[in-house]
Each structure stands twice: as C-alpha cells, then as structure tokens.
C-alpha cells in the first residue's frame, strides 16, 4: 500500500498555490495570502510572483479590476518590506496592474526601478505602459517608452509599432505615422489585419491629405530609392489630397491589378552591404591565412564585372560523387541568360583532380582561360571566398547552402536573410536537367514608390501569392505632380543589381540577349590569380 505522507503547511500552500495559478482564481489567491500570513509562512520570489501573475492575469476583468489592482500593490509591498528583491516577471505583473486602471506614469516608472535590483527590461515589461499611455492618446510619453526601449535594446514588434502608429494617427502626427510606417517596414514582411485597419484610418482620415510637399526634386528621391537598396526612399511625405486605399492583388510579375505600379525586389542598402563585405572579410581574415585571402580581396577588385558567383563544391557535389557536368551545365546557363560568364569558386584540391582527368582538362582549360574559375587555396574554407565575392560584387550566388553553418552564425546580422532572398540562386537537376530558381521579382514587404504611393501586404495563408491580399495606397495625379513618368522602375541598389534582371530571363531583356547572341561570348584575356598557378 502507498504510505501517506502529512504535508507540511510550506508544502500544502505551495501546491494550492500551484492549482491557484493554474485556474487564475483571485479570490483563491487572496485567502491562500491570508492563510499564508496568518500561519507566519516565510514567502519567497516564487510564492509572490505567483500571487502577482493571478493579479495581472485577472485584472483585465472590470470585476476583478479594483480589488485584483488593490492584492496585487499589497502584494508587491509586502515584497519589498520582507527584503525580497523584484524579477523582471514581478515588476512586469505590477506595471501590468497600474496600467489596467490608466495610470500609465507608475507602469513606466515602475519599470525604470528595475536598474535598481540589475534587473533587465524585457518587451513585455514596456508594454503595458506604451499600450496604455496609446489609449489615453499621450503620444509624447508612448515616444518617451520607445526610445526608453532602444536605450536598453529592447525592440518593438508588430503590436508597439501598430499602436505608436494608431496614437500619432489619432493626434494628428503626420511626421510619426510617416516614420512608423517604416518601422513597420523594417520590422514585418506582411502586416496583421488589424494593423492593415490602423493604416487604412489614418490614409482615409482627413489629415492624411494635408500631408506631404506638392513639389520635390525627383533626382534626390531616385537617388534616395538607389541609395537604400529599392523600394522606399524615406524622404517624407510626397504629394497632397486624398488618398485613395484599396484592396487588390499583385500579379505574378509584381504589378499592382490597380494602379499599375511595379513592385520591387528590395535589397539592403549601400552600407548595410558595405558593412557586410567587411564582416565577411574581417572573419575570413580572423580564419584564413591572412596573404591568401588578401590576394583574393586584391584579385577580386580588379575583376568586378561578374552578375553571378557559383559555389562549385555545392553544385558539383549536388546528390551524388562530384560531378562535373553539373557544374558546366550551371555555367553554360548563366552565361546563356546575360552573356556573361559567372566566376566559379572551387577549392584547388577538387580543380587539380578534375585536371588529372584528360575528359576534364579542355573543360577546366576553357573555363580558366576565360575567367570561369578560381580555385581557392589549400587550408582555406572556400565558403568565405564565394559569400564575400556575392556581397562585395552585389551579384547574384548560385547555391542550395541554406548558409546556417557556424561560419554564417558568426556573421550575426540582422539583414542577411533579406541579402539571402535578393541575392541567392537555388538549383536542381531532374532528369539531369537544370532549374535554376531565381530570386524573386518582388519583394513581399511594404514598399513606398517614387511617386509617393505605398503598397501594403497582408499575413495570411495563400494558394499562390498572386491571390494575397495588398492595400494599394495612392494619391489621384501623384506622378503628374512629381512630372515623373508614371512607369519608370527601379528596380534595386545599384547598375549591377539591375543588370542581374537579365538572369531572371524577364521578357524585357531578351532583345539585348538576342543581340549579344551574335558574338563569340568569349571575354578578353585576363591576369591569372596566384592561387590558379597552383593547379
């Protein structure tokens, strides 16, 4: 038979506690506090935090409001009189308390005491003040949480930037909406539906149409959408009157069925990628032999012209032994798709077998007689040469390296997904013949056009993508306004990334593919690196 154990009171109230917390039962937790009391029970973080998230957990209730908020500060002071220092999880339950009942200044406050007992913020510490100080309008102290939150690197989601955007709507900050909007932009790829209703308020209301410059010097804004890597130009507000905000598609080319316009691939800016190649660089150097990798940092500079870089080992080695008519046939394609030839990174190793093969030899040959190929050297991980001639070059990268090894962690930058989706070329072989499945040509994100018209993507779980859901926000005559010509794109950072259309085989490049057809394709003679001597 099981022995019954006599529970201690320590034992018994924490249990109770437990089942307490587990239904959220104020009125369970305000007579086991009691009992607790009553009995001289020594209280510990677990006991009050507990207390205190039944409190949090209750208060949103209207009749549960006051007595959850009245427990919950007698809680909270009994905490601090018996010496037991407040978690995070503490000070987040009681600014949870003072902000259900509006009193925004002591959530805030008490979330700065936190530094007191070296106590680190967390979002959700913030929040509550920020969402209440947003609700009662006080737009200049929800301004005063956000920055609160960027001095203690804490960052905003979806929900804080919607309700910063919903306030400065509210009162009438043009400016703020403007910037939030791309907070916004930097923060989601598609928006929630009841973010999308927050927008739709602000550009139906009348301020939205007071907003904004009649007259602006378009060189500067193309420069601007140049500059910061396609997309958004964030230079303000242009155009004035109302706005128009519809609901539409986005055909499979990235033109809105509305207004026409042309969404874009967006990259990273000019010096998120400069930034990049350095990381990239600096590491390699840290983990390469430094003369090596500075010959190749050298070499590279003097042979800029390539649209696409190929990771040979991954492609030669693609489901089976390496096989080298993979990585021709990858070859061949690209240079079939812009008449350019790509530049093949391949450690020496794998080049000076492939040369020992007489079948392999004349291939090898040509491909270094016309600056395909550039063997990496012994000891060296030819990964960082191919990702920083990807980066440095703003070319396209042609391998199925899903790029999550620990070299990659190392890099740990916020951007590299969205340099991944505008720059990586993943491929397969079916039946031995090639696919090639290229960037796409549009970027699902918000993205603000020349003319000053925004497009707006929604969450939401799609049969294709053609079928999803955008707003389409625009102002009626914006691009007479501008005197822009009303289909002029651009279509990312810079002449090359542009030029890079031409591999996607658009329909609008084919007549200069047509052309070049005509030539031998061979490219003129080029300085061999010191690292190719070698094969």
Not at 18 to 36: N, Q, V
Not at 387 to 398: D, E, Q, R, T
Not at 417 to 444: A, C, I, N
Not at 476 to 498: F, M, Q, T
């Amino acid at each position: 038979m099981r022995k019954n154990h006599n529970h201690t009171p320590e034992s018994k109230f924490r249990h109770d506690l437990d089942l307490c917390s587990k239904k959220k039962s104020l009125p369970a937790a305000i007579s086991l506090y009691e009992t607790a009391l009553s009995d001289k029970l020594r209280l510990n973080h677990y006991h009050f935090n507990a207390l205190l998230y039944v409190c949090s957990e209750t208060v949103t209730d209207p009749s549960n409001r006051a007595s959850a908020f009245e427990f919950g500060f007698r809680v909270f002071d009994r905490m601090l009189a018996g010496d037991v220092n407040p978690t995070e999880a503490t000070v987040t339950a009681v600014a949870r308390l003072a902000a259900a009942v509006g009193d925004g200044d002591r959530a805030f406050g008490l979330v700065k005491t936190m530094g007191e007992y070296t106590v680190t913020p967390k979002l959700r510490s913030l929040e509550p003040a920020l969402f209440c100080y947003c609700r009662n309008l006080e737009a200049d102290k929800a301004y005063e949480v956000e920055d609160y939150m960027v001095s203690v690197g804490v960052t905003a989601e979806e929900p804080d930037l919607a309700a910063l955007l919903k306030v400065s709507a509210d009162t009438g900050r043009g400016e703020r909406v403007y910037g939030y909007l791309h907070k916004l932009r930097r923060a989601v790829r598609c928006v929630s539906e009841s973010t999308a209703e927050i927008i739709k308020g602000w550009f139906g209301g009348a301020g939205a149409g007071e907003v904004g410059v009649e007259e602006w010097e378009s060189e500067r804004v193309e420069e601007a959408v140049l500059r910061n890597g396609g997309g958004w130009h964030g230079l303000g507000w242009l155009g004035k009157g109302e706005w128009d905000v519809r609901r539409v598609n986005v055909d499979v080319g990235g033109g809105c069925v509305s207004c026409g316009e042309q969404l874009v691939c967006v990259d990273i800016d000019r010096d998120e990628t400069e930034k990049f190649a350095q990381a990239v660089a600096g590491l390699a150097m840290e983990r390469e032999v430094q003369s090596n990798f500075k010959d190749f940092q050298d070499w590279l500079d003097t042979h800029a012209e390539y649209e696409a870089i190929v990771d040979g080992a991954n492609i030669g080695l693609y489901q089976q032994n390496f096989a080298e008519e993979q990585l021709d046939a990858v070859v061949k394609e690209l240079h079939s798709r812009s008449n350019k030839w790509p530049l093949v990174v391949l450690h020496n190793k794998r080049v000076k077998s492939l040369l020992e093969n007489a079948s392999n030899r004349k291939l090898l040959e040509e491909w270094i007689a016309q600056g395909v190929l550039y063997g990496t050297p012994h000891g060296s991980n030819d990964d960082w040469y191919w990702l920083y001639a990807a980066v440095k070059l703003k070319c396209l990268l042609v391998t199925n390296d899903e790029m999550r090894d620990h070299i990659f962690e190392l890099l740990g930058r916020s951007f590299f997904l969205k340099w991944k989706e505008r720059h990586q070329v993943r491929y397969t072989f079916l039946k031995g013949d090639l696919k090639l499945e290229m960037p796409p040509s549009y970027s699902l994100v918000i993205q603000e056009s020349e003319k000053g018209n925004w497009h707006v993507p929604l969450a939401g779980e799609w049969t294709d993508e053609s079928s999803r859901t955008w707003l389409c926000i625009t102002r009626p005559g914006s691009c007479e306004a501008s005197g822009r010509d009303n289909h002029k794109l651009v279509k990312s950072c810079d002449a090359k990334s542009i030029s890079n259309d031409k591999l996607h085989g658009n329909s609008d490049s084919s007549p200069i593919r047509d052309k070049q057809t005509s030539t031998t394709g061979k490219r003129k003679e080029r300085s061999v690196s010191p690292s190719r001597l070698d094969c």
